[in-house]
C-alpha cells in the first residue's frame, strides 16, 4: 500500500479533464467537476490499495460526479435555451468521411447510457487496460468487453443520426 | 459460419472502428486556467505532505489549509472559456 502522490493530479490532468468532459457533455461542467474532484482528493492523504494512480483518480471523479448529479437533481431543473439544442446537434450532413470533432465525441458519449459510458471512457477516453476498467467499475472484464462494444456502437450510430436504441437524453440525465 | 443476427455490417462494423480511433485519439488538453488551480492545490497538498506536519490529522489539516489557499489564488484568474 502507498500513498498517493499529490502530483498524480497534475501529472494525469489532462485525462482527468477529457475523461469529465466525456461524463458531462459540456467543457465547463467538466471543469468544475475536474477542480471538485482534486479538492476532494487532496483533502486529506489517499492510500492506493494495489491501484495506479490514474485508475484511483478516475474512480474519484466518477464518485464526485455522481455525487454531485444527484444534489443537483434535487434542485430545481432549467431547461435549455432551444438554440443550445439546435446548434448542438452535430448529425446534420454528417460524411463518413469527415473528421469528428471533439466536442461532438464527447457529447454523444455523455449521452451513452451510464454503464456503457463508464466503460468507453475508462478505456477509450482514459486509456486504462480492460483489466484496470473492470477493478474500476467492479465488473468483470468479459462485461467490459461487451459494454465497450455496445457504447462504440451506439457512439457511431449516434453521430451517424441512425438512431441508436434510444439513450437518456443528456440534457435530462446531467442536469 | 453465417454471422449472428445483430452483428454489424462491414460497412457498420468499419464506422465502428473509426470512432473508436477518434475517441483514443481525442488529445484536448485541459483549460490553462484549470491547469493553474490543479497545481496550486497540488503543490499545497504535497508541501503539507513533506513538511514540518507529522500526525496525519495535523497533516489534513495543513493540507486542507493550503488547499483553501490555492482555490484562493485559483479564483483570482478564472479560466478562459
Same mark, same amino acid.
Given at each position: 500500500?502507498?500513498?498517493?502522490?499529490?502530483?498524480?493530479?497534475?501529472?494525469?490532468?489532462?485525462?482527468?479533464?477529457?475523461?469529465?468532459w466525456a461524463l458531462?457533455g459540456?467543457?465547463?461542467?467538466?471543469?468544475?467537476?475536474?477542480?471538485?474532484?482534486?479538492?476532494?482528493?487532496?483533502?486529506?492523504?489517499?492510500?492506493?490499495?494495489?491501484?495506479?494512480?490514474?485508475?484511483?483518480?478516475?474512480?474519484?471523479?466518477?464518485?464526485?460526479?455522481?455525487?454531485?448529479?444527484?444534489?443537483?437533481?434535487?434542485?430545481?431543473?432549467?431547461?435549455?435555451?432551444?438554440?443550445?439544442?439546435?446548434?448542438?446537434?452535430?448529425?446534420?450532413?454528417?460524411?463518413?468521411?469527415?473528421?469528428?470533432?471533439?466536442?461532438?465525441l464527447f457529447a454523444a458519449i455523455a449521452r451513452l447510457?451510464?454503464?456503457f459510458r463508464?466503460?468507453l471512457i475508462?478505456?477509450d477516453v482514459?486509456?486504462?487496460?480492460?483489466?484496470?476498467?473492470?477493478?474500476?467499475?467492479?465488473?468483470?472484464?468479459?462485461?467490459?468487453?461487451?459494454?465497450?462494444?455496445?457504447a462504440?456502437?451506439r457512439v457511431?450510430?449516434d453521430?451517424?443520426?441512425?438512431?441508436?436504441?434510444?439513450?437518456?437524453?443528456a440534457?435530462?440525465?446531467?442536469? | 459460419?453465417?454471422?449472428?443476427?445483430?452483428?454489424?455490417?462491414? =460497412?457498420?462494423?468499419?464506422?465502428? =472502428?473509426?470512432?473508436?480511433?477518434?475517441i483514443?485519439?481525442? =488529445?484536448?488538453?485541459?483549460?490553462?486556467?484549470?491547469?493553474?488551480?490543479?497545481?496550486?492545490?497540488?503543490?499545497?497538498?504535497?508541501?503539507?505532505?513533506?513538511?514540518?506536519?507529522?500526525?496525519?490529522?495535523?497533516?489534513?489539516?495543513?493540507?486542507?489549509?493550503?488547499?483553501?489557499?490555492?482555490?484562493?489564488?485559483?479564483?483570482?484568474?478564472?479560466?478562459?472559456?
Open positions: 500500500m502507498r500513498r498517493l502522490d499529490p502530483q498524480a493530479v497534475v501529472r494525469h490532468l489532462d485525462r482527468l479533464y477529457r475523461a469529465a458531462c459540456s467543457r465547463e461542467d467538466a471543469e468544475d467537476l475536474v477542480q471538485e474532484t482534486v479538492a476532494r482528493v487532496l483533502a486529506r492523504p489517499r492510500r492506493l490499495h494495489g491501484e495506479e494512480e490514474l485508475g484511483y483518480l478516475l474512480g474519484a471523479l466518477r464518485n464526485t460526479f455522481l455525487s454531485t448529479r444527484r444534489t443537483a437533481s434535487r434542485r430545481p431543473q432549467t431547461v435549455a435555451p432551444l438554440e443550445e439544442v439546435v446548434a448542438g446537434d452535430p448529425r446534420a450532413s454528417r460524411q463518413p468521411e469527415a473528421a469528428y470533432e471533439a466536442h461532438e447510457p451510464e454503464e463508464l466503460a475508462a478505456v482514459a486509456g486504462l487496460s480492460y483489466r484496470e476498467a473492470g477493478r474500476l467499475l467492479e465488473v468483470k472484464e468479459a462485461t467490459i468487453t461487451s459494454r465497450l462494444h455496445r462504440r456502437a457511431a450510430s453521430l451517424a443520426g441512425t438512431n441508436a436504441p434510444a439513450s437518456e437524453s440534457l435530462m440525465e446531467d442536469r | 459460419m453465417s454471422p449472428a443476427p445483430d452483428a454489424p455490417s462491414p =460497412d457498420e462494423q468499419r464506422r465502428i =472502428d473509426e470512432i473508436a480511433d477518434a483514443r485519439a481525442l =488529445d484536448t488538453p485541459a483549460p490553462a486556467g484549470l491547469r493553474e488551480r490543479v497545481e496550486a492545490m497540488a503543490a499545497g497538498a504535497s508541501d503539507a505532505d513533506h513538511g514540518a506536519v507529522d500526525s496525519d490529522r495535523g497533516a489534513s489539516d495543513a493540507i486542507a489549509a493550503r488547499l483553501a489557499h490555492g482555490v484562493a489564488l485559483a479564483s483570482r484568474s478564472p479560466a478562459a472559456c
